[in-house]
Structures are given as structure tokens and as C-alpha cells.
């Protein structure tokens, strides 16, 4: 019987060709795919890197590097024209502690001869005295309750604690609060603030003992802080950000809440709800203006704006990405038009009802935007961004006091991003980031309500005990 294979017609391939030629192409699809999944790991790993370059761009601290000099760089000082804005003058003090008399020279020195005093004219010096630290001894009175034999002793309202005997010899509160200062909301170093102490002020106080120091500070300012909590999570408007944050070479978060006159940081373990909750309360049901992490859609009772800012800079990196993609060039172009709405009626040129309207009609046509269809991926992620955010996306032509950035919480975070890169990325301690959270928020509030933190930190440190501060809780603050 004759083999089925030799009545293959010629030029025909065999059953056995077809199989090899089968597993030839299987073992080449393999491959493919395995080329094609290396390729798709190489492009996240390149968009990465091109998204953390482009992000430096925009980071909070300019970089050392500011790239290759012009060839032509425009000459420093003001345009030329006479629309270059109002001449600045230091104005003329009106106390004066110090007259000096300045006679002319008796003599001409070009020439020698006599000289006549034609007028007087005024210059003023403002000028830092010498420091030198004032130090006072108390006569510390101590007694005994006839009735119940307590021990008693008298307290001077200048003091700081009731320590006698070998911790009879302690730094003042204006002392303490200025170092608490330094630290806390300029970004000094403990030993610098030795450093300035000893040259300028003529105080000697070592970096351990400055650092137990402002501990206390902490701990007097703390009922201070639970108060400043609690007057963010009652206010009618809140900004939030946060920022990463080292404790004890671990990652933490650097949340920060503020309001026009309060602000509160928290240093925490996390970057989610929870954490936001500790402080704004799982219930905030006022108008919480704040980025896109999805953590803060969580406060579902809230009114909720995201930042434009964000969405406008992340829609024009797209259009550079994909020029192609109409999606990110139209978002952009409506979001600036929502801007320009916002501008028109601070000016008076549109009523309520007028932005509306608009708001309406720029809310249909963003619709239509986002319902087109797209292939590129990153589009397809930022329209599903921008479905998952619609409710706050114009918040700001709702109501007109709400702003349409969270440029207040990143302000507030400025300060602490230079600290970090200052002192080594954070806190060495969970009781070094207690007390940084603390007096951020007590100097940060004082600034904001025009009043001196220094002052305030010292009142604290006055008082027999921990309490709220009579400076920043004289009166109700408004929200």
C-alpha cells in the first residue's frame, strides 16, 4: 500500500513542512511578543523619565543648573519706555531715635577756598543696634501652707517654668520663641542658630540644648494647635496639599490645610483619606479646593474644586506630546475660557446669571469633548481623569469666592520644601515632626493674621500652663 504522502501532488508542501513551517512561525510570534512587551516597558520607562524631567521644570526650588547661557542675554534693569510701572523710594521714617549734625568741610578740597553753608538737607539710617542679652535673676519666694503643708512658690510673669536648682539657669521667652522662629519657619539649622546667637547676641547655647528647647516650645503651643484644627475643620473654605516628607529616614506626608487666615500642617504616616480625615474630619461639608489625588473625592460631603492649574499644564503637555489628539488642545482652550469668565465678572463686565449661563454652555461643550473617541492612552487617561472630576471642574463659576488653583496650600507648602532640602528632608524623630507641625502652624497663622509669631510663641511661654493663645483666639477668626 502506497504512503498518503507520495500522492501529494507536486509542489504541493507535505503535511510534515506545513507542521515545521507551523512551529516555525509559533516560535517567531513568541518572540515578536516578547520583543513587542520588552519595547512596552521600555517606552513606560522613557514617558517616566520624561515626566519626572518635565516635572523639574516646574518644582518648587529652581534647580543649580539653569542650563546654557544665552548668547545675547537681554540687558538687566527695566524696559525702556515710560509704561514701566512706579518709581520705588523708601519712604522717610517719621520716629527718629538720633540727629547727627554733618557740617560741610571748612575748606574747598578741589581748590582750597572758603566754603559757604547754603542749606540743610536730610538723610536717614535705618540701622539694627547691638544685641546683648538681658539677664535676670529672680529671687524665687518658696513657703509652706500652714493648713496642709504644701509647698509653694511665687511665679513672675516673666518666667517660663518653676525650675530651681540645677535647672535654675534657663533661656528667656523671647529667646526661646526667636529660636523656635529661626527654625521652624526660616529654615535654620540648630547650628546655625547656635551661630547666631553667639555672634550677634552674644548668647551661648548649645544645638541640644536648643533642640529640648523647642520641644517646650511645642509642647506650650500645643492647645494652640488642637484650637488652629479646629477652626480648619469648622471653616466654610478649605485648600489642601501635601508633600513627601522624611521621619527618621522613613517616608511620611507633609499635608498642609489652610484657609485666608489660618493654615495647619500635619505630618502623617500616609497619603490617603484616613489621613486627611484626622485633621478636616470624614464629614467637612464646606468647599474643599484641592489637586486631583483621588484620596480627596472620598469627602463626599463636600463642594469640591480641582485645581485648573494642574489640568491646564497636563493639557498642554499633551498637545505637545500628540499633536494629532484634538482632545487635549480643546480641554485647554475651554478651561481658559472658564478663566476668562471668572476674570470678567471680579471686573464688573458680567453678572451672575451671565456666568451661568456660560458655565452651562462651557460644560455642554466639554461634554462633547470628552466624548470623542481617542487611541492615545495618555488621552484616553486624562479624559477619564476628567469624567472622574467633573463635579469640580467649575466650582470656581459657582461660587465667586472659591479659587480656581490650590496656589494657597502650595504657598503654604513653600516654606517647609525649602526647610526640607535645607535640613536633610524632614525630621529625625516622631517628637521632631510633632513639634515641626506644631510651630509651623502657630508662626504660619500669626503671619497670616498680621501678627508677630515671636511675640505669640512668648506669650505661650509665660503662661504657668499650656493654653490656647489669648493673641490668635482674642476673637473668633472668620472662615
Known amino acids: 500500500m502506497s504512503n498518503p504522502t507520495d500522492r501529494v501532488p507536486a509542489g504541493r508542501p507535505t503535511i510534515e513542512q506545513v507542521l515545521n513551517e507551523n512551529e516555525r512561525l509559533r516560535l517567531d510570534l513568541e518572540r515578536a511578543e516578547r520583543e513587542r512587551d520588552r519595547l512596552r516597558r521600555e517606552v513606560e520607562r522613557l514617558r517616566g523619565q520624561l515626566e519626572a524631567a518635565r516635572r523639574a521644570g516646574f518644582r518648587q526650588a529652581a534647580p543649580f543648573s539653569k542650563g546654557v547661557r544665552a548668547a545675547h542675554p537681554r540687558r538687566p534693569g527695566r524696559r525702556s519706555g ?24 571748612p575748606a574747598c578740597p578741589q581748590c582750597g577756598g572758603a566754603v559757604d553753608d547754603t542749606h540743610v538737607t536730610a538723610q536717614y539710617q535705618e540701622d539694627l543696634p547691638p544685641v546683648r542679652p538681658v539677664v535676670r535673676r529672680f529671687d524665687v519666694h518658696i513657703g509652706r501652707c500652714r493648713r496642709c503643708g504644701r509647698r509653694l512658690q511665687g511665679r513672675h510673669p516673666l518666667q517660663t517654668s518653676d525650675a530651681v536648682g540645677a535647672a535654675a539657669v534657663q533661656l528667656g521667652p523671647q529667646a526661646l520663641a526667636v529660636a523656635a522662629s529661626f527654625n521652624k519657619q526660616l529654615g535654620l539649622s540648630f547650628s546655625k542658630i547656635e551661630t547666631v546667637f553667639a555672634d550677634r547676641f552674644g548668647l551661648t547655647v548649645t544645638r541640644g540644648a536648643l533642640v529640648r528647647a ?13 484650637a488652629l484644627c479646629e477652626t480648619v475643620k469648622t471653616s466654610a473654605m478649605v485648600v489642601a496639599d501635601e508633600t513627601g516628607w522624611r521621619v527618621h529616614a522613613a517616608l511620611h506626608w507633609l499635608w498642609v490645610f489652610t484657609t485666608p487666615d489660618t493654615t495647619v500642617y500635619a505630618i502623617l504616616p500616609g497619603r490617603g483619606f484616613e489621613e486627611a480625615a484626622s485633621v478636616l474630619g470624614a464629614d467637612f461639608g464646606g468647599i474643599l479646593i484641592r489637586d486631583g489625588w483621588a484620596p480627596y473625592r472620598q469627602f463626599t460631603e463636600a463642594l469640591h474644586q480641582t485645581c485648573v492649574a494642574h489640568l ?19 480641554v485647554h482652550d475651554l478651561l481658559q475660557r472658564a478663566l476668562a469668565v471668572r476674570d470678567r465678572y471680579a471686573a464688573g463686565t458680567i453678572s451672575e446669571h451671565g456666568v451661568a449661563v456660560v458655565r452651562g454652555q462651557l460644560e455642554q461643550q466639554l461634554a462633547r469633548v470628552l466624548d470623542r473617541t481617542t487611541v492615545v492612552p495618555d488621552v484616553q487617561r486624562f479624559v477619564a481623569h476628567l469624567d472622574r472630576e467633573w463635579g469640580a471642574l467649575f466650582g470656581f463659576l459657582r461660587v465667586p469666592a472659591v479659587d480656581a488653583t490650590n496656589w494657597r496650600a502650595e504657598q503654604a507648602l513653600r516654606p517647609a520644601v525649602i526647610t526640607r532640602k535645607v535640613n536633610g528632608g524632614g525630621n529625625r524623630t516622631t517628637q521632631g515632626a510633632a513639634t515641626q507641625q506644631v510651630l509651623a502652624s502657630v508662626l504660619r497663622t500669626a503671619r497670616q493674621r498680621e501678627l508677630d509669631g515671636i511675640e505669640v510663641l512668648a506669650t505661650l511661654l509665660r503662661a504657668p500652663h499650656p493654653i490656647v493663645s489669648p493673641d490668635l483666639f482674642s476673637r473668633a477668626p472668620p472662615c
Do not use: C, F, W
Request: aromatic letters at 2%; zero cysteines; hydrophobic letters at 30%.
Open 214 to 226: 523647642v520641644h517646650r516650645v511645642a509642647a506650650k503651643a500645643q492647645p494652640t494647635y488642637t
Open 82 to 105: 515710560s509704561a514701566h510701572g512706579r518709581h520705588g523710594q523708601r519712604p522717610a521714617p517719621t520716629l527718629i531715635n538720633d540727629v547727627q549734625d554733618v557740617p560741610v568741610p
Open 312 to 330: 491646564l499644564r497636563r493639557s498642554r503637555e499633551l498637545h505637545q506630546d500628540h499633536p494629532h489628539a484634538r482632545i487635549p488642545g480643546d
